[in-house]
């Protein structure tokens, strides 16, 4: 499936509206298959670079290409891909049949093949009894299935997702999202995907980029992103984070000896140069300790929330706030009251240094 | 669209609102003629056919009957109006759908055919006059009245009107002081609306008018039909054209007429 | 409730008439529409089927005999070709200048698309006598084009360009064009985006996302229009009079002749005629255009 061809490249991609930058200098590469998620907040850019990838954006400059064929000049009706509207834009005067095999009447299919693959992109979403409805005689969900049908059809090479699943609520998003995935594995279609949910973004996709004021922050598998994030923005947008100073006292090796002000701590990973460090510590990695521990730091607890599946603990250490997050997995995680002295730690492993903006 | 496209949008663009606007241009141009007869260009300016105008009695006295008509008219169709609108607005589904229809039904009912049956229906119960005109008109002004204060209720909160009461506050007391202070801007445009229309009206009107009480426009028309000193209908023409402009910058001001249009 | 303030409970009769006076607001509209409205109509279309009679305003016998005059006389039948031809013409080219209009108008920035629409307005406001009068001015023996065709020596004589089809048929349609500009604008300009670029995504070219997708979609603004303009034809007696002359005759100018001369069942009869051809074209235009369609009906 993945052999290494590039579907969509990027190259020094930025656009302005008006003087508004939107996207300044975006490059990525989308190999054959992939499931490229771009993240971030409202305004970033993701929309817009996903409207430049499909043609209703001209880049003011930079290059597009898709399936190594130059792009940028290219409009939107002779690029090889297809689209799912974050409204799902079905036409309201139209079938569901006719919907999905719009596609494929542009591209002037036989009316009798027509008929036969609208038929099996219907069956592949289980919709194929709905086939002479009219859209607004449908529900929220398939709606969206009858979108993903009418996109998939014509076999695009690049599949492109505006916030698809933005319009339904969560219990269906939830299951959407699997399906999503599921059949765009089966079928190995390139696709690039734009939502401003991190946990969608997560639970989704192959690659994640990370924007912000038009930039791409941090780009990489879920894991690595949310795991090694790079800077501030991106460790408290994707999930929580604590975050400290600290200075180097010592260095061995890759680990190093620091000063958080209110105690000492062992780093691994310090690949930065220097002595003052920014570092990110993930809520769920601190674990609390028995009061006075090597190793540990000396905290209150100022505020208990229960949570369900986890409790989240806010302490006060020498008097900055950190939040940790317990899973109610065993029974201390409930002991815990407001006021109690606690202390707390983290494996070396997992705090991550951050780049200095 | 390809640039010859929008090229060819923007000439025919231009050639509409010529057809529209350019044969009243023409008609206000040559009103302020000083010239005996009708020319264009007219040989030089004056204001001698509005002095006619208004030396004609039959004119002035069309005119102000017309004003009279409009006004008592656009008032009673603007009071029905919003008691019709405060009813349908707390309504949903067929009985909206269905008074909606009602109300506005004499806006597309061909108006000749209401003005022969308003006609006979007088001749049978022996009414006529002004009063049998001013009647018609109100039925016709209602569409627009009803559309403008509906419109202006839908988009208030009636949730303002369950303040008041909770507050002490009876249905006639939460209408005056809380709705009406909130509401007036459309209930006044809908019954300038109303004004405008009857000001205009002519289906109606030629049935239901007779001598002693000819509108603005029958007299016009009259003059029409028989050759002659045309030049002061320019003149009545253009003292039409200059009483909607300010109705229609009144309108304008307070509820916008863009969205009275999409109505 | 506000009753429980003062310390009294709401008795059951206050209660019914509170309502009784919420049903009596609503019921003056309604009685007022029954009496002058619907009444009225009614008791026309009774009268179109009473015999005439030369001393009252109709005879007592119920007949047909009024609709059958006009069935079976050529006269009749002529003159409402002819009517449905002017009303075609008028309504077939005011689609054709006003729907590229309108989406002129509907790629304006919203400020000059609200000034396009109030020049729209303004001349709807004013009376069709008097835009009547205006294209007198242009067409007749002393007006615009004869004085700038003179002028250019271009003719000698002035030409006789008022009292005929033609003239009717552009008066009409000039008059009535902004109905079906602002009706089409309107409906071009709630069109979603995303629309259009769903099909452009899937491979339409502009003229095919135009004629697929644009086009149905705005039915239902195009579908308002030419019923606006149709209906607005069949009883435009004014100005169908002053352009095409007194012998020019439609439906319309038959209604108000027999009305003058006191014939009050053949009138009465001619107004039903007309009513009944302005719901079939009306059916006509929903059943070929569908609106309903992209309305979310039918």
């Not at chain 1, 219907?122 to 996109?151: H, I, N, T």
């Not at chain 3, 023996?141 to 003719?155: D, F, M, P, T, W």
Request: proline share 5%; glycine share 8%.
């Amino acid at each position: 499936m993945a052999d290494g061809a590039i579907d969509v490249r990027l190259e020094n991609v930025s656009k302005s509206f008006d003087r508004v930058q939107a996207v300044r200098e975006v490059s990525i590469d989308i190999p054959r298959g992939e499931f490229f998620s771009m993240l971030g907040p409202s305004g970033c850019g993701k929309t817009t670079t996903l409207r430049i990838i499909a043609g209703f954006e001209r880049p003011s400059q930079g290059e597009v290409y898709i399936r190594g064929v130059r792009v940028t000049a290219v409009p939107p009706y002779r690029r090889d891909y297809s689209m799912v509207f974050q409204s799902f834009a079905l036409f309201p005067h139209l079938t569901v049949a006719e919907n999905v095999a719009f596609g494929l009447r542009m591209r002037r299919v036989p009316g009798a093949e027509r008929r036969r693959r609208a038929q099996e992109a219907l069956d592949m979403v289980k919709l194929e009894e709905l086939a002479q409805r009219y859209p607004r005689q449908l529900s929220g969900g398939q709606q969206q299935r009858v979108a993903l049908a009418r996109a998939l059809v014509v076999q695009p090479a690049v599949l492109l997702l505006d916030e698809p699943l933005g319009a339904l609520d969560k219990k269906l998003r939830e299951e959407m999202q699997v399906e999503l995935r599921q059949l765009q594995r089966r079928l190995g279609t390139t696709t690039v995907f734009v939502t401003h949910d991190q946990e969608e973004a997560l639970t989704m996709s192959d690659r994640i980029a990370i924007m912000r004021d038009g930039v791409i922050e941090q780009m990489g598998p879920p894991r690595e992103v949310y795991e090694r994030p790079r800077t501030e923005f991106v460790a408290s947008f994707l999930g929580a984070s604590n975050f400290f100073d600290a200075r180097v006292i010592e260095r061995r090796g890759a680990e190093a000896a620091v000063d958080l002000g209110f105690g000492r701590g062992v780093i691994a990973h310090v690949d930065a140069p220097g002595t003052d460090l920014r570092i990110a510590v993930r809520p769920e990695k601190i674990m609390l300790a028995p009061l006075g521990a090597p190793g540990t730091h000396d905290a209150r607890i100022r505020e208990i929330v229960y949570r369900g599946v986890t409790t989240h603990i806010y302490l006060d250490c020498a008097g900055r706030e950190v939040i940790v997050f317990l899973q109610n997995t065993a029974p201390q995680a409930l002991a815990w009251r407001i006021g109690d002295a606690v202390s707390f730690a983290w494996e070396a492993g997992n705090a991550v240094v951050l780049d200095r903006v | 669209m390809n640039r010859l496209g929008h090229i060819l949008q923007i000439g025919l663009a231009g050639l509409a609102y010529l057809l529209i606007l350019g044969p009243t241009i023409v008609v206000v141009i040559v009103s302020f003629s000083a010239g005996e007869t009708f020319a264009f260009p007219p040989p030089g300016l004056s204001l001698r056919w509005f002095v006619e105008f208004f030396a004609a009695d039959n004119m002035t006295g069309a005119f102000l009957f017309s004003l009279r008509v409009g006004a008592t008219a656009a008032i009673a169709a603007t009071v029905l109006a919003t008691l019709a609108a405060r009813f349908v607005v707390r309504q949903r589904g067929a009985t909206s759908g269905a008074l909606q229809s009602l109300f506005t039904a004499p806006l597309v009912f061909p108006a000749i055919i209401l003005g022969l049956a308003l006609l006979l229906f007088y001749r049978t119960i022996n009414v006529g006059g002004p009063a049998g005109l001013v009647l018609a008109h109100v039925l016709i002004g209602m569409p627009y009245a009803f559309r403008l204060v509906l419109a202006s209720l839908q988009s208030f909160n009636l949730t303002l009107e369950e303040a008041a009461q909770s507050l002490g506050a009876g249905p006639i007391r939460t209408f005056f002081l809380v709705t009406l202070p909130i509401i007036w801007p459309g209930i006044l445009s809908g019954g300038l609306f109303a004004f405008i229309v009857s000001f205009g009206e002519l289906n109606v009107a030629l049935f239901l008018t007779g001598p002693g009480y000819t509108t603005l426009p029958i007299e016009i028309f009259g003059y029409l039909q028989f050759p002659g000193r045309q030049l002061i209908i320019a003149a009545a023409s253009t003292m039409q054209v200059a009483l909607i402009i300010v109705l229609a910058l009144t309108i304008e001001r307070l509820v916008g007429l863009a969205r009275v249009g999409r109505s | 409730m506000p009753s429980s303030l003062t310390g009294f409970e709401p008795a059951p009769l206050g209660d019914f008439l509170r309502r009784a006076s919420s049903y009596a607001l609503i019921a003056t509209p309604i009685l007022f529409f029954i009496v002058f409205f619907l009444g009225p109509l009614l008791y026309l279309f009774v009268v179109s089927l009473l015999e005439p009679s030369k001393t009252e305003l109709y005879g007592t016998r119920l007949t047909l005999e009024n609709y059958e005059r006009i069935l079976v006389d050529d006269f009749y039948h002529r003159i409402v070709t002819r009517t449905l031809l002017v009303g075609s013409l008028v309504t077939g080219t005011a689609l054709l200048i006003a729907y590229p209009v309108a989406m002129a108008i509907a790629r304006m920035s919203p400020r000059w698309r609200i000034l396009a629409m109030i020049a729209l307005m303004f001349p709807l406001m004013l009376s069709n006598v008097v835009r009547a009068y205006g294209w007198i001015a242009v067409l007749g023996r002393q007006g615009v084009v004869n004085s700038v065709l003179i002028g250019v020596g271009a003719i000698d004589t002035p030409l006789a360009m008022l009292y005929s089809i033609e003239t009717v048929v552009i008066g009409l349609m000039t008059i009535l064009l902004p109905y079906m500009i602002i009706s089409i604008a309107n409906a071009l300009t709630s069109i979603d985006r995303a629309y259009s670029e769903a099909a452009q995504s899937l491979g339409a070219n502009p003229w095919r996302t135009f004629i697929h997708v644009t086009l149905p979609l705005s039915s239902p603004g195009v579908a308002a229009g030419m019923q606006i303009v149709f209906f607005l034809t069949l009883s435009a007696y004014v100005t169908i009079a002053l352009l095409g002359g007194p012998r020019f005759s439609l439906l319309v100018s038959l209604v108000y002749r027999s009305a003058m001369a006191f014939q009050w069942t053949q009138a009465a009869a001619l107004a039903f005629v007309l009513l009944t051809v302005a719901l079939c074209v009306g059916t006509l235009i929903v059943l070929v255009l569908r609106p309903g369609r992209v309305q979310g009906r039918g």
